[in-house]
């Protein structure tokens, strides 16, 4: 049996030149037996595709090894010939696993057993002398060099199909937060046929988690895919299913390891943006040092907060109607006064319990009392002024810790 011209490296037949050219001719009368085989091995040795009562999967499976078997027979009669057409089908075969929901790992398995099973069926030829023994090393580098490629192109298709599920998943997956968060909120209907797409359960309620990813977005956090996000707005946003469930908040906090978050308030399917909205308050909050600089701020922790800086400019309006007879004092006594002010509100008139809380003579917080007489007059007495004053100076302690933003107050 006559042989082709030696390889070289850059030969685009590789070692299907090494072959004798009619070696082709000599191995096709035995090849339907040798598919049956293959087809009998993967069928016995693999579970996913015994289904002997399945004609048309069995029927795709025959069809799959006489395609490898048919190709390998081409290119041997052919070394030279484009290897691409064949690449695609077998890229098209891995996208089809992938749409299919299936694991590539039996077809890869399905291609080594058949390249085994070839592989001794060439060998009993051999032994029978219908075949020339020193042909053995040039076919098993043929053999297992087409399946590799074959292997390969199918796991570029696989893969690709793949990435497109991913990035077409993750789209739905980011139309599910808008709708989710949106305002006036989304049907019950869109949102369950859009969860349905995106592969996400639908729970019986959520929470919104705002993000502060800095200036320097160094990394996207990953989270785990039972929670939804979007990290490509300001803030960025993570939808919380089940958020009162346990370990919920813990899961995300560790997620977000590093990174500025507020979580809203646990809210209906349908009240996703007044989560959002508070969350996105909260977050504004740390980012000002209202709130602390934690992990991940619980804003149900801190509703009062949340309430009275709701509005910075309401804040303003009430302090310059309630406090403004402290305008007539120079800011450092200004400070003291509001201070003690706010105290004596809180503890209930009780001059005794201001001096312990401000740590000064209890004479001391007479004497202030007494000038905030003079400065108020009978609004000093009156319950309705009283729990306004009380708002306004703690909304300021807050915004401004310590009353250091007085001096910004127009009053």
């Known amino acids: 049996m006559p042989k082709r011209a030696a390889v070289t490296e ?61 190709g390998l027979l081409e290119r041997m009669a052919e070394p030279d010939t484009d290897w691409e057409p064949v690449k695609a089908t077998y890229r098209r075969i891995g996208r089809g696993e992938a749409e299919e929901g299936r694991s590539l790992d039996s077809f890869q398995w399905a291609l080594r057993l058949g390249a085994r099973v070839t592989w001794r069926r060439v060998n009993a030829l051999v032994d029978a002398d219908l075949l020339p023994r020193n042909v053995l090393a040039a076919f098993g580098e043929a053999l297992f060099l087409h399946l590799d490629e074959m292997a390969a192109a199918t796991t570029a298709g696989y893969t690709e199909a793949r990435l497109r599920e991913a990035g077409e998943l993750q789209q739905r997956r980011s139309r599910l ?26 729970p019986r309620a959520l929470a919104v988690v ?25 803030p960025a946003v993570v939808v919380v299913p089940d ?12 997620a977000l390891h590093g990174l500025r978050a507020a979580m809203g308030p646990t809210v209906a399917l349908h009240e996703g943006a007044r989560s959002l909205r508070w969350a996105a308050q909260g977050l504004d909050l740390v980012r000002r040092g209202v709130l602390p ?8 922790d801190h509703l009062a907060t949340l309430l009275l800086l709701r509005d910075d400019t309401l804040i303003d309006a009430l302090a310059a109607q309630r406090l403004r007879p402290l305008k007539r004092i120079r800011p450092p006594q200004r400070e003291r006064l509001a201070e003690t002010l706010l ?69």
């Open 10 to 70: 850059d030969d685009p037949g590789g070692p299907f030149n090494a072959l004798p050219p009619d070696l082709h001719r000599h191995l096709r009368p035995f090849f339907a037996d040798i598919a049956e085989e293959v087809v009998r091995a993967i069928q016995t040795e693999i579970p996913e595709y015994a289904r002997p009562a399945d004609d048309a999967y069995l029927q795709g499976v025959h069809r799959g090894v006489d395609h490898a078997l048919r």
């Open 177 to 202: 937060v808008d709708l989710l968060t949106a305002d006036p909120p989304a049907s019950a209907e869109a949102i369950a046929e859009l969860a349905h797409s995106a592969r996400w359960p639908v």
């Open 210 to 234: 705002a993000v502060d990813q800095g200036p320097r977005r160094v990394r996207q956090p990953i989270v785990a895919p039972e929670f939804l996000s979007r990290f490509d707005v300001t």
């Open 243 to 254: 958020p009162e469930g346990p370990g919920r908040a813990r899961a995300v906090a560790a």
């Open 293 to 300: 600089d934690a992990e991940m701020v619980r804003c149900q």
């Open 343 to 411: 105290s004596w509100l809180q503890c209930g008139h009780n001059a005794s319990e201001v001096a312990v809380r401000l740590a000064v003579h209890p004479q001391t917080v007479r004497y202030r009392l007494r000038q905030l007489d003079d400065l108020f007059g009978a609004q000093l007495h009156d319950r309705a002024v009283q729990f306004e004053m009380q708002l306004a100076l703690r909304a300021l302690e807050l915004r401004g810790g310590a009353m250091t933003s007085w001096t910004d107050v127009q009053l």
